[in-house]
Every structure is written in structure tokens, then in C-alpha cells.
């Protein structure tokens, strides 16, 4: 039981922090977006492909944390989460934003748990 409540506490954590990321970001996405297209100005990235995903990114965060918050389709949502820190991981590096990256490798991990012990998902709206 206490690995089915572990499970259910870092997914819970992981959802309630990628669903703030979303909400708090689509209240200002347009401030957002033409924030992160700044910062990626320099990068070798499009400029029309970053504002492209800087305006999708709080909308998948928020749809990827509301997921992870109730438990549906948790497995989906735990590898679009870990998708999604891919692209952010290859972004960073455009920039050379090493200590974004750090952080974004703790995610990674954390993906890496949610997904790879799946079987202690029962505290969930997956629950089988």
C-alpha cells in the first residue's frame, strides 16, 4: 500500500505542478509567448516554430497536470509529460540554458518513476 500511495502523491505533485505552469501561463499567454520567442531569438530554432509551441505549451501543461491530477489516462499523460520535457530539453540547449536543463533532467526522472511504476497506479481514476 505505501507504494500506491507514493505513486499517488508524486503523481498528484506532478500534475499540480504542470497544471500551475498552464493555468498561470495562459493568463498572460500572449506576454508568454512573445517572452519565450525573445529569449530564443538567438537560437537556431525558427522563430515562427517557437511561438508556435510557446502558445501550445501552457495549454498541454494544463492539460497534461489536469491528467495527472485525477488520474485518467495517467500513462498517456505521463509520456506526453515526458515528451514534452524533450522539446523543452532541446530548446534549453539552443540557448545554452544549462541550469534550466538541470532542472528539466529532474523531470525527466520523475517521468521516468510515474511511468515506469505504473502498476502502483490505483489511486486513480485508472484505477483497475
Known amino acids: 500500500m505505501n507504494k500506491k500511495t507514493a505513486y499517488f502523491f508524486l503523481r498528484l505533485s506532478m500534475g499540480i505542478n504542470f497544471f500551475g505552469h498552464g493555468l498561470v501561463r495562459l493568463t498572460k499567454l500572449q506576454d508568454f509567448a512573445d517572452g519565450m520567442t525573445k529569449i530564443f531569438e538567438k537560437s537556431w530554432l525558427p522563430q515562427f516554430f517557437v511561438h508556435i509551441f510557446s502558445t501550445a505549451l501552457p495549454f498541454l501543461e494544463f492539460l497534461i497536470g489536469l491528467l495527472l491530477i485525477i488520474g485518467f489516462k495517467t500513462r498517456i499523460a505521463a509520456m506526453a509529460g515526458a515528451s514534452l520535457i524533450i522539446l ?40 483497475k
Do not use: P
Request: overall charge negative; charged content about 20%.
Open 88 to 127: 523543452l530539453l532541446l530548446g534549453s540547449s539552443t540557448v545554452e540554458n544549462w541550469e534550466a536543463m538541470g532542472i528539466q533532467m529532474i523531470y525527466a526522472g520523475l517521468f521516468y518513476l510515474l511511468i515506469s511504476r505504473m502498476e502502483d497506479n490505483s489511486l486513480s481514476l485508472d484505477k
